[in-house]
């Protein structure tokens, strides 16, 4: 699946969504918890790649953070601006996020990098590790799987992974790998979470 094919199917949905899920309210509050403890640990500026309607963004501001939310979708980045307008949001590729190498405190991918194929995925993985600095650190969400496999989602297909395999990918990538969580909700796939510290150098 291309970026420009993601972008397509997402343009299309981009207001359905975001009434569905542009308010942290929607958000399970384990998930809140969790991104609230990552956010406020951070030394510096953090990015929220794959920002959708920004509600995640705007939530890590709230904490005191300096963030910016960036999206492959016009559409949502348009939809942000209009719901959080005191929030910086701009359109980018997650395999190139347009930032200074090791210039950012932290990157938020949340599920973010569920529509990259398998075997693109080592980009994503490579600039979020150019871009944040060492001792940084890297909170990644994503369905989990006992395989990596395609599943229909409801927008476009997208991919789940095992723990143990983004775990790997992400070693390899100049992360060492701090927290795991899963969760399952019913009627939903696995929930997955890591967080990732960049490795010093």
Same mark, same amino acid.
Request: net charge negative; with cysteine.
């Given at each position: 699946?291309?970026?420009?094919?993601?972008?397509?199917?997402?343009?299309?949905?981009?207001?359905?969504?975001?009434?569905?899920?542009?308010?942290?309210?929607? #958000?399970?509050?384990?998930?809140?918890?969790?991104?609230?403890?990552?956010?406020?640990?951070?030394?510096?500026?953090?990015?929220?790649?794959?920002?959708?309607?920004?509600?995640?963004?705007?939530?890590?501001?709230?904490?005191?953070?300096?963030?910016?939310?960036?999206?492959?979708?016009?559409?949502?980045?348009?939809?942000?601006?209009?719901l959080y307008p005191g929030?910086?949001?701009? #359109?980018g590729y997650l395999e190139?996020?347009?930032?200074?190498?090791?210039?950012?405190?932290?990157?938020?991918?949340?599920?973010?990098?569920?529509?990259? @194929? @398998?075997?693109?995925?080592?980009?994503?993985?490579?600039?979020?590790?150019?871009?944040?600095?060492?001792?940084?650190? /890297? /909170?990644?969400?994503?369905?989990?799987?006992?395989?990596?496999?395609?599943?229909?989602?409801?927008?476009?297909?997208?991919?789940?992974?095992?723990?143990?395999?983004?775990?790997?990918? /992400?070693?390899?990538?100049?992360?060492?790998?701090?927290?795991?969580?899963?969760?399952?909700?019913?009627?939903?796939?696995?929930?997955?979470?890591?967080?990732a510290h960049r490795i010093?150098?």
């Amino acid at each position: 699946m291309s970026a420009e094919n993601v972008r397509t199917a997402y343009a299309a949905k981009a207001h359905e969504y975001s009434t569905r899920f542009g308010s942290i309210d929607d #958000v399970h509050a384990a998930d809140q918890e969790l991104v609230r403890e990552w956010a406020q640990n951070l030394k510096g500026t953090a990015i929220d790649a794959g920002c959708g309607p920004g509600q995640w963004t705007n939530f890590i501001q709230s904490l005191g953070v300096s963030v910016e939310g960036v999206d492959l979708v016009p559409e949502f980045v348009d939809v942000a601006r209009g719901l959080y307008p005191g929030v910086a949001f701009r #359109v980018g590729y997650l395999e190139k996020l347009e930032v200074p190498g090791r210039s950012v405190a932290g990157i938020l991918a949340w599920y973010s990098v569920i529509h990259t @194929p @398998p075997y693109e995925i080592h980009r994503v993985l490579a600039e979020f590790a150019r871009c944040i600095a060492p001792g940084g650190s /890297l /909170l990644l969400g994503f369905f989990e799987g006992h395989a990596i496999e395609a599943f229909p989602h409801a927008v476009t297909p997208a991919y789940q992974w095992p723990v143990d395999e983004m775990t790997r990918l /992400l070693s390899n990538t100049g992360f060492t790998v701090v927290e795991k969580h899963t969760r399952v909700d019913p009627g939903t796939r696995t929930h997955a979470a890591i967080i990732a510290h960049r490795i010093e150098y």
